[in-house]
């Protein structure tokens, strides 16, 4: 439904008290226990019951006249007017039905020298069709490589149901080096009815050379199994710092199976602390948690993710509860990913993984 306006929201007002009492709306999944995020789009208890009371007392206008103005969007873009948008080179035609393999398609940037990104978001092209698209840097060719030489990527934006743009604070950005090329990976779903979509990413370049360069990595695990039943299977992952870094952000990573998931910080010292922990994940809404005070870890801090399964028959979203599930890309199967931000030093090489 829309919101823009009194007459759009009025008829909804019974459905929006309900939403805010039982904290469904605006999605948020953090428990308050732990860290706090500047991203933070929950409501205090003073907004609960302001709505409430709106709704309880059959949600009157109010002066019109005291209205804020309605809200300028710029073709759909969330970080405003990109400086560059990168397009899919051609449409691509999405079958009616069946199950569909990761799509990848390919973007010149034809960027003669280095670029600094600021903010980049992902704008799908059928919304109908695309459940997620992930925006990776393709490192340059070198001279005399083949053409089908794996190169290395890193991941720049993604999108995803309840995602958000990716905006680095004045002082940090990503980088994409002269040379470079977008690597999108799409995931279409069939729903009955054939479409075509030509996504595409938009990109806001860092008004001066950055002081700190901010990456995606991520504590993964793809060897698990979870076996059929199991009501709280719990797989966990860990990556090793092998360089000083500032952690920003964490998202969690799951499919319909997806119950739980908490990131820890291991000090070298042996100190540990709980980052943020989701004690109820929604593949719906698939949020990013923004740390209010970003964190310097010391080399060799550890990021430790656990993830809690339901792959019972009292997981209203599982698939199918009588077979044991694996990794996979598609929904039905599971992925178990922690991923994070961290920034450093814009002049020094990026840190690798430590295990």
Not at 157 to 177: C, D, H, Q, T
Not at 180 to 208: C, M, P, R, W
């Amino acid at each position: 439904m829309s919101l823009l306006s009194y007459k759009e929201a009025r008829p909804w007002a019974a459905a929006i008290r309900e939403a805010v009492i039982l904290k469904r709306m605006p999605p948020w999944y953090a428990d308050p226990h732990f860290g706090t995020f500047s991203n933070d789009r929950s409501l205090s208890q003073a907004d609960i019951e302001t709505l409430t009371d709106w709704a309880n007392n059959g949600a009157p206008e109010g002066d019109a006249r005291q209205a804020p103005k309605p809200a300028q969007f710029v073709d759909g873009w969330n970080i405003g007017t990109p400086d560059l948008i990168l397009e899919m080179p051609e449409e691509y035609h999405v079958a009616a039905n069946g199950t569909i393999k990761y799509e990848y398609f390919t973007i010149p940037t034809k960027f003669t020298e280095d670029k600094w990104v600021q903010m980049a978001e992902v704008r799908p092209g059928n919304r109908a069709l695309v459940h997620h698209v992930i925006a990776f840097v393709k490192a340059p060719r070198k001279p005399g490589e083949d053409e089908k030489a794996k190169r290395a990527t890193e991941f720049l934006v993604g999108y995803a149901p309840g995602s958000v743009p990716e905006v680095m604070v004045p002082g940090r950005a990503k980088l994409i080096k002269a040379g470079s090329e977008i690597e999108f990976q799409v995931h279409y779903t069939a729903n009955g009815t054939a479409g075509v979509d030509q996504s595409k990413v938009g990109l806001i370049f860092a008004k001066e050379p950055p002081r700190e360069r901010e990456m995606t990595v991520s504590a993964r695990d793809n060897k698990f199994v979870i076996p059929a039943g199991a009501s709280n299977h719990e797989v966990q992952a860990r990556y090793t710092l092998t360089r000083d870094a500032t952690l920003t952000t964490l998202f969690p990573h799951m499919h319909l199976r997806g119950k739980d998931f908490e990131f820890r910080l291991i000090l070298p010292s042996g100190e540990t602390q709980t980052l943020l922990k989701v004690p109820n994940y929604s593949f719906s809404w698939q949020l990013s948690y923004a740390l209010a005070q970003p964190l310097q870890l010391p080399k060799g801090s550890i990021i430790e993710c656990t993830a809690h399964y339901d792959n019972s028959v009292n997981n209203k979203y599982n698939p199918d509860a009588t077979h044991e599930v694996r990794w996979g890309d598609q929904s039905w199967e599971e992925m178990m990913i922690g991923f994070f931000n961290i920034a450093f030093d814009a002049n020094t090489d990026p840190p690798k993984r430590g295990d």
